[in-house]
């Protein structure tokens, strides 16, 4: 086991009566957290995010420190996570506490650079998060920064109403990299454990994640639950929050199914949405990781594990004062040419391969501005006492209750994509510019100076590119 040796010349808690000099020796206990990416194929998993999974027995006589640097990524959080009992099969994995990247205090000299002002490229971007029990925290020790806090023990009388757990973890998540690495497993913070009652450094020794095996198969297993409804041409959203394994607080979730049991047989998806503004990697402004303008930190569109992530949907030539919607099409490679011709983003999708195992796409749409909590994303709540889906029929998202950024969608044969694109070419003509009869009229041709049909429209008639 190698260890790092910190120098330290004095450290003084006050708060937990605490003086220490001299110096301290830090195990490297890297080896505790699960790289989550390595053990899970879930649908509910975004390709563009990685995920740092710490399972331990829950303790009141162990509190933990996560030290780490911040990576330069579009949305870092931290949730903790009542696992249930290993002995009792219908436990559930619930939220217990969370913190989000723009809400950790540094120390002086360091800088978040999640919060709005700060610059993004800063060599003292320290955090420390202290992951403490929920007993600790009830004996008088709140004086502590940056509080992760842990689900209580079974039979603790101060956890009436609140979710207990024998065992506990806690994730990590960083979604959307500004930067790409090649092994992000260097993020994930140290982990160091401290005995609560004498403040004693105890080592790696002192983390317990001996997990039986049946919940260590639980919490590596996926049980999401969701339903979506779906009529023979349109597609309906079903919203839902924390229906899922390990629900992230700090995203909305939609998902639709391509229902391939349909009288009708239908071979291509058609979503329409308004996008969401967010920051975009590359062109940050004035050196910040994102700012107040952004409606969104990060969206994407995941069709199983093959996901689409914001900056790859809305094209770089995209005006947000129109707000105009853009097009997602699902469907076989016979239909590829068209869709990109027409400026839609294609996804190969085929349903009748006997590969093509999935046919649910989730959309994720994560740290939504305040403001916007109760307009645009007043979902339906359709979900009972114990976060489980409820009557399906209430779970139905309307553009109504949506409001613009709702996708909407529908679907047809092959056939019918490649006539009028499921009906919505004339549509789409008319919205985003001026009907054919009005470009012919101002003199609008083809580069071969034909006259403009269905068939030979393009967005750059419209003036994009």
Partial sequence: MKKYLLRIAAITLPWLGITQTASADFEDCSHKWLYFNDFISAPIVDEYAEYGFFLVKNSPDVRYEF???????????????????????????????????????????????????????????????????????ASGQEALKNVLALPPLPGD??????PASEYTAVFVRYYGPYARVNDRKRDLPAVRAYDTRTN??????????????????????????????????DLVFAYYKGASLFANPYSDYLSVTFDRTMEISH????????????????????????????????????????????EEIVPRYYNWERGEPVYVVYGPRSVESKARRRGFVYVEYDPRLENSVNNTVFIRYMVAKDEWKNTAFSFPQAFDENNRLAEPAKAIATEETMGQFAPVGTSCSIREFLVDMCGIERERAKDRCRSIAELNNSGVTTEDGARITLENWTPRFCGFR
């Fill in 157 to 162: 009388p101060d956890a009436e109403g609140i």
């Fill in 67 to 137: 030290a780490g640097t911040f990576p330069m990524d579009r949305h870092i959080s931290l949730a903790s996570y009542a696992a249930g009992s290993p002995d009792d099969p219908e436990s559930r994995i619930t939220l217990y506490k969370s913190i989000l990247d723009a809400d950790i205090e540094v120390e002086a000299g360091s800088v978040n650079p999640y919060q709005v002002g700060n610059p993004v490229h800063s060599e003292n971007n320290q955090y420390v998060i202290n992951v403490v029990p929920h007993q600790y925290l």
């Fill in 267 to 310: 071979d291509v998806y058609v979503l329409k949405f308004v996008p969401p503004k967010f920051f975009r990697p590359g062109y940050q402004i004035e050196n910040k990781l994102y700012d107040e303008d952004n409606d969104m930190r990060y969206w994407s569109f995941c069709l199983g594990q093959d996901c689409l992530k914001d």
């Fill in 200 to 233: 004693e450094y105890l080592g790696c020794s002192g983390i317990d994640n001996r997990i039986p095996a049946n919940l260590a198969r639980t919490f590596l297993s996926v049980r999401s639950e969701y339903k979506s409804l779906q009529s023979k041409r």
